[in-house]
Nanobody, 117 residues
């Protein structure tokens, strides 16, 4: 059974940091690219960051996250992470973990991140 379980969300003040985690199981984790998406209330889901399959040597970020967010993966633990620094109120959203390869994609249930003073 495929599972992606996100954790690490919460309430943080502007300028603060959070580290999101996604625990994967039920599939060959290292064979999948891993991504973080987010969806703010009333808006479409958008890509935040992607790390390539295998060793994860290639990462890509949405322009608004470059320099603030870092995606990483640990294939030994079947985990993917999103380190978020210098958080802004506009980063408030539900953050989702996604595993994908060719025509297959799995999604987690999401974790809420709220940036507010």
């Amino acid at each position: 059974q495929v599972q992606l379980v996100e954790s690490g969300g919460g309430l943080v003040q502007p300028g603060g940091s959070l580290r999101l985690s996604c625990a994967a199981s039920g599939f060959t984790f290292s064979s999948f690219s891993m991504s973080w998406y987010r969806q703010a209330s009333g808006k479409e889901r958008e890509l935040v960051a992607t790390v390539s399959r295998g060793g994860g040597g290639i990462t890509n970020y949405a322009d608004s996250e470059k320099g603030r967010f870092t995606i990483s993966r640990d294939n030994a633990k079947n985990m993917v992470y999103l380190q978020m620094n210098s958080l802004k109120p506009e980063d408030t959203a539900v953050y989702y973990c996604k595993a994908s390869v060719v025509y297959t994609a799995y999604w987690g249930q999401g974790t809420q991140v709220t940036v507010s003073s």
